[in-house]
Nanobody
Framework: QVQLVESGGGLVQAGGSLRLSCAAS????????MGWFRQGPGKEREFVAA????????SYADSVKGRFTFSRNDARNMGYLQMNSLKPEDTAIYYC?????????????????WGQGTQVTVSS
């Protein structure tokens, strides 16, 4: 069992930056792939970024590529999503997720554990 808690969300103006954190506890975090997903108002939950359990592979949705950076610190059981050049369309609840020995999938169903989410609001 892995418990995930997101933090770092908030209100920011367009063009600004935020850094989301995901704190993991429970079973060994270092054997889990980690993903970020988001769900905007009236939208389906969508993939944002993922990192494989080895850390060797990182992938991003086209909509955030070049603006968001995903990293992990296994010694601290933490994952981070640095979000720069934010746009109003990035407004959503952001969720982190974990997948044991995962390769960093962009599919929601591949993830076994989810956090409660953190709200990100980007004003124009």
């Amino acid at each position: 069992q892995v418990q995930l808690v997101e933090s770092g969300g908030g209100l920011v103006q367009a063009g600004g930056s935020l850094r989301l954190s995901c704190a993991a506890s429970g079973r060994s975090y270092s054997t889990h792939a980690m993903g970020w997903f988001r769900q905007g108002p009236g939208k389906e939950r969508e993939f944002v970024a993922a990192i494989s359990w080895t850390g060797a592979t990182i992938s991003y949705a086209d909509s955030v590529k070049g603006r968001f950076t995903f990293s992990r610190n296994d010694a601290r059981n933490m994952g981070y999503l640095q979000m720069n050049s934010l746009k109003p369309e990035d407004t959503a609840i952001y969720y982190c997720a974990a997948d044991n020995y995962g390769l960093g999938s962009n599919l929601r169903q591949d993830y076994d554990y989810w956090g409660q989410g953190t709200q990100v609001t980007v004003s124009s």
